[in-house]
């Protein structure tokens, strides 16, 4: 099994959902973030006053999926998250040791 951890752009989140929805993936789990990577945030003014924002709201996504899914997953969600523009975020995989569904006792693949 593999998690696949997502940090988008807010807007891209509908996007995103629906690619993952037409690869048959039916659980996720939505997070509003704050950070940044490398453009290290971006300055505006205020009233007059100029200030850094240094933590840009970001959305992070979690997905479990089996191996066989991942891939797939991976590149939907690059696709539908991709503007082109600093920022887009990143994707990260790693492998998953167990899984229980708490309601079943279920493990592994059956707990996904």
């Given at each position: ?6 940090i ?16 048959g993936?039916?659980?996720m789990?939505?997070?509003?973030v704050?950070g940044?990577?490398?453009?290290k945030g971006h300055t505006?003014?205020y ?11 970001k959305?992070k996504?979690?997905?479990v999926?089996s191996d066989a899914q ?12 991709k ?6 975020g ?8 167990d899984?229980?569904r ?10 996904v």
């Open positions: 099994m593999k998690k696949i951890e997502a988008i752009k807010p807007f891209k989140l509908e996007d995103v959902k629906e690619a993952l929805a037409s690869l993936v039916e659980g789990t939505v997070t509003e704050k940044f990577g490398r453009q505006e003014i009233r007059g006053s100029e200030y850094t924002v240094d933590f840009l709201p959305i996504i979690e997905v999926l991942a891939n797939g997953a991976v590149e939907a969600i690059i696709k539908a998250a503007t082109g523009k600093i920022g887009d990143k994707v990260f995989v790693s492998a998953i040791e899984a229980i708490i309601r079943t006792e279920e493990r592994g693949e059956q707990a």
